[in-house]
């Protein structure tokens, strides 16, 4: 049995997006337990079926303008703070919130804790590709905005486990964003990421790559991308502000064109809805914290139900994939063989 | 009279389309005279009428393989090199090339220099915005990676006056490419570059509005985009790319349609067209180099004669606009002030 601890009080839409999403995933996973935490009332209120569905009941919340450090220590019976010791304290496999990020972060560091190798957790999302099914993954999207060297080397371990257990790629492909192609491009904290992750392939541990340039992210050059959250955070939202972009002109241009543009878009509809099921990666399921010692999920603010259940099946899919404990093991054995080759 | 010097041997399709281009171009300004640099025998055969177009014959060129410093030393007759000497010796007001964007710098900093007061000049490129037909300006979009606050400083000054003067912006809203809107976003550089602009803002020196997000370039956030080297070229490709991607995917939606796709594009002519129209970028000419001595333009290097002949326009518009000459007066007046103020 896989058992999700789910902020429920998170998110523009919560209790009711969360809740009809949990009931949602519930349906399709036969072996999925999923722990609510909120407002007793509101969830009753909510909730149709109460099979393998467990509600949590707490008195406080933590919103947007809370500062998340602050928040996380004064308000203990918050929804996102108990459904963390929930995972913390094994009554949980994995946690997913819809709510603030800084507090996701600090619940996530603080109380669920990372993995031993890992210094900081690597906000990781995955991005439509539009040749395949797939899509590329990002690590680390904009936790970490001072990257340091060694947190460029274990966001590439953590994205090749995450590709290979949870997303099924098998040796998959590590390109770090810089501003070309070529080895000696960038400025000189990228060249010595560059320089370190040819090592890292070198020695087996990747499939490094080499450059990427964010101009080919949609066309599916790399499986897992690897940045630093500062030029990580800015090619994932200039991708996704300009196809936006695009789209919303297209759609503004039929709309403006009268009966001739209605009449254009039923003829197209097809190519039009592939283009508009292509770049909604939101059944991507949100984004992951890696490197802590348990799944953390984090669902878009404006999470509808169906969005939410996308991120619970994401969680039951990382929690069922033995993704963590192979990390664990892996980075174990590395720290091992790193001391006997120290002496 | 405004005279341009322009590397016709620069380009994947020199020198055909840099003489086509160039002829172009005369025609549309009478007070536009264009010097060629290049093969004498070539350009002689391309060129169709001679009026206000004079063929300066080099020997040699630097091709995108050369190591553009050693390049720029050795071919000294290169039309590239000849082309900056003569703008270098007020032969002509401005320089043009499609060739190697390294060369165009070197050439740029050694022969043609900098501004006083300007320490790294700043690679400028203006984008498309949906609801305007002014666009929005990036600078640095990639000549200098590794900046530094004082390079930041100069590109929200250098950007400013672009934009007042060339692109005719009354009060340039500038804006810092960052990972939210917040002051307290980014890593410590980005978070230290706020606050310096901040400073110029209240200093009256800019208009500076904040941080942004490369998620709202096209939604036209800010008339002026001040970035470092490194993720304002990360930004400018991921929002190319993104947009280009989405576009062809329909593209390839209408192709794939059959006959059903050939009647929707035909009745959705207008707005794809819009699109089309709107997302082509070659329309602003080039990209500039700014803070040198004298307009550096930087034309694609797969332009054609039509493309080429927009750099020239571009070129043309710069030398004309007093855009030059005003910074140089602004940045020695700044000096004069810090110096008396300094006593």
Do not use: W
Not at 8 to 24: C, K, N, S, T
Not at 49 to 63: F, G, L
Not at 92 to 98: G, M, P, Y
Not at 186 to 195: F, L
Request: with cysteine; proline share 2%; hydrophobic share 40%.
């Amino acid at each position: 049995m896989i058992r999700l601890a789910v902020d429920a009080m998170g998110g523009d839409h919560a209790p009711e997006a969360m809740v009809a999403g949990a009931e949602l995933a519930r349906d399709q996973h036969q072996d999925l337990e999923i722990l609510l935490f909120g407002d007793e009332q509101q969830l009753q209120a909510q909730l149709k079926d109460s099979t393998r569905i467990k509600i949590k009941p707490t008195t406080e919340m933590i919103t947007m303008e809370d500062e998340p450090v602050r928040a996380v220590k004064g308000k203990r019976d918050s929804s996102i703070v108990q459904a963390a010791l929930a995972v913390k304290n094994g009554a949980a496999d994995a946690l997913v919130s819809a709510g603030s990020t800084g507090a996701l972060m600090v619940v996530g560091l603080l109380m669920i804790g990372r993995i031993k190798g890992i210094d900081r957790p690597g906000l990781t999302v995955t991005m439509p590709v539009i040749d395949n099914e797939i899509g590329f993954t990002m690590i680390d999207a904009g936790a970490n905005a001072d990257a340091k060297l060694d947190n460029i080397r274990q966001y590439a371990t953590l994205g090749t486990f995450y590709a290979e257990n949870v997303r099924k790629v098998k040796h998959p492909r590590v390109g770090l964003i810089n501003n070309g192609s070529e080895a000696d491009k960038g400025d000189i904290a990228h060249q010595k990421m560059h320089d370190m992750l040819v090592q890292m392939g070198e020695n087996g541990e990747i499939n490094f790559i080499g450059n990427i340039e964010s101009r080919y992210l949609l066309n599916g050059v790399a499986d897992v991308v690897v940045t630093d959250g500062f030029s990580g955070n800015v090619a994932l939202k200039a991708t996704e502000g300009s196809a936006l972009a695009v789209i919303n002109m297209l759609k503004t241009g039929i709309k403006t064109s009268g009966l001739r543009g209605k009449l254009g878009a039923l003829l197209l509809k097809r190519p039009l809805q592939a283009i508009a099921k292509k770049m909604d990666y939101t059944r991507y399921g949100g984004a992951v914290l890696l490197g802590l010692q348990s799944p953390v999920i984090k669902g878009h603010g404006n999470s509808t139900a169906k969005m939410f259940k996308n991120c619970l099946d994401h969680a039951y899919e990382i929690a069922s994939s033995g993704y963590t404990e192979a990390v664990k093991e892996y980075l174990l054995k590395s720290a091992v063989t790193k001391q006997a080759t120290e002496k």
